[in-house]
């Protein structure tokens, strides 16, 4: 078997197994521990690319600059957590874990398919198949949902909320963003090709009915009409331009108004409200470190149940109280500036800022990767105001496809030095 069809197979079981996670979860207790397995893999991936003197880590100073931050933002909750002792230190570990899980996925899966042997191209035209295949089945289902009411009979107001054989429509809605960012990537292949594909995730999406769906549908038209079809948009007619503009701005006002009334209109009785008021206060009583890990706004501050909440008169908030958490962790900025305090924040803040640096150089290798991980970083920015963004279980997925893009930058910059120098 040759590299390139085993890690096809590979990537074919990973698309797979993370589409089907949360399915799995509930029939194999194991797997919900799956996200978490994938960064493990970090420290054997770097060993054995050492081994085999096929380890290439950035030196350059932004590099440099990027881990520093990161480290500098890890370690910072910790201080938090050594000098308060909210709570016990198996949650401090574990909320550590899951706030840089993202980007050790990344690096997972950047040192899996950094491989000068992998023939990118045949790995596209066999992935092609199989994806529209998912794609077209995901969208039979939704309609025979939307008919019958088969998998739930879940409503908002008086639509129908899809969310298939998913636990929640934020589930359905994150892998639709995760297989729209790869459809997009074959647009150097398949050009309008993609379009119906594409136009079939977007009606399963809207058909969720969630605020991140609009952003996410308009995320998907702009990159697509901006970065991919440019001289197409110019060309429109002016009837098609209404149009166009028309639905981005339905889309952004749907989403304005569901975030204003998520942290505006409802006040007092937002969870997400009171914890984006209460964070900057949280880290100021605790500066110059925050809170420390697993105290405030994450999954691990409700079991045991953080004293934060109680100091900041929050345990009576519905979503926030000790008899029913479950929206403690439902947005993303409030926990790093309440845990990691200022400093944090801004460490990762600018490990952010050096991290779509460099996924923006993609655009020099290829629009189509450009514009595939520009998808996911669109997405995860309108996810973190209404869920844990980086923290949760479905960013695990986008953070190995961001690797693979990476992966694939190389390959192509490495082959064209070598098609130069052969030249010379």
Excluded at 181 to 198: A, E
Excluded at 386 to 392: P, R
Aim: with cysteine; aromatic share 16%.
């Amino acid at each position: 078997m040759t590299t390139t069809t085993r890690k096809t197979w590979l990537l074919l079981i990973m698309v797979g197994l993370f589409l089907m996670q949360d399915q799995l979860q509930d029939w194999f207790t194991p797997f919900q521990y799956f996200d978490e397995a994938v960064g493990l893999f970090l420290i054997p991936m770097l060993l054995i690319r050492r081994r085999q003197h096929r380890l290439h880590i950035g030196h350059s100073m932004q590099d440099i600059a990027f881990y520093f931050c990161l480290c500098l933002f890890w370690i910072w909750g910790w201080l938090g957590h050594v000098v308060y002792k909210y709570q016990p230190l198996i949650n401090a570990l574990k909320d550590s874990y899951v706030n840089i899980k993202f980007f050790l996925a990344v690096g997972v899966s950047f040192l899996f398919f950094d491989d000068s042997k992998l023939n990118f191209r045949n790995l596209k035209r066999k992935v092609w198949p199989l994806l529209n295949a998912v794609t077209l089945l995901l969208f039979i289902l939704t309609v025979i949902d939307l008919l019958f009411g088969t998998f739930s009979t879940d409503t908002r107001g008086i639509f129908r909320a899809v969310k298939l054989f998913y636990s929640t429509q934020t589930v359905l809605v994150a892998n639709c963003v995760f297989l729209s960012s790869i459809y997009l990537w074959y647009y150097d292949r398949h050009k309008t090709r993609i379009v119906l594909p594409l136009s079939l995730l977007c009606i399963i999406m809207f058909c969720t009915i969630r605020v991140k769906t609009m952003g996410a549908i308009a995320a998907i038209l702009l990159i697509y009409l901006i970065v991919l079809r440019r001289k197409t948009l110019s060309r429109m007619s002016r009837k098609m331009k209404i149009c166009v503009i028309g639905l981005l701005l339905f889309a952004s006002a749907a989403a304005l108004y569901q975030i204003v009334s998520y942290y505006y209109v409802m006040g007092t009785e937002s969870a997400r409200a009171m914890l984006t008021l209460a964070a900057p206060f949280v880290a100021w009583d605790h500066f110059p470190f925050g809170s420390g890990w697993g105290t405030f706004a994450s999954a691990f501050s409700a079991k045991p149940y953080s004293p934060v909440y109680g100091m900041y008169r929050m345990a009576g908030i519905w979503g926030l109280s000790p008899s029913f958490s479950a929206f403690v962790s439902d947005t993303y900025w409030p926990m790093v500036i309440g845990e990691c305090g200022y400093v944090g924040f801004i460490s990762l803040l600018i490990s952010l800022i050096l991290f779509i640096k460099k996924i923006c150089r993609l655009k020099l290798v290829s629009r189509a990767s450009y514009a595939s991980a520009l998808m996911i970083l669109l997405y995860l920015l309108i996810s973190s105001t209404s869920e844990s963004a980086l923290a949760n279980p479905m960013a695990i997925p986008l953070a190995c496809w961001l690797g693979f893009l990476m992966a694939e930058q190389r390959y192509i910059v490495k082959h064209r030095k070598t098609r130069e120098i052969e030249t010379i």
